[in-house]
């Protein structure tokens, strides 16, 4: 993979983790231009012909959806968060892994941190 391609996959994948932070707080319209770009693959052409406007006003429409999602998460740090959440319990994972004692409690411990895991 070239190094544009790997950015590109590594921006949809932010700009949709992102989303699923923030979507209650876009509007309707940043919503589904978002949904239709980075979801469903759609090019700036499909979505102005299936929206009616020309392809310069989707371009801008999802650029200002792209700086909304990032300043709100400048704001709120959900993303960042939840990153670091998954790093820690990972990691709490493979340190029990590596503990020296019996498989029941090793069992009990790596359930609680799978619980945790998914309070989000």
Known sequence: ?????????????????????????????QRTFLKYYFHDDYSLGEISAESGISRQAVYEHIKRAEQVLEGYESK?????????????TDQLAQGIGGLVIDEQDKARLLDMINRLGRME
């Open 1 to 29: 993979m070239q190094a544009n391609e790997a950015d590109a996959l590594s921006k949809t994948t932010r700009i949709n983790l992102l989303f699923d932070f923030y979507e209650p707080l876009l509007t309707e319209k």
């Open 76 to 88: 709120l740090s959900l993303l960042s968060r939840h990153t670091e959440q998954q790093l820690l």
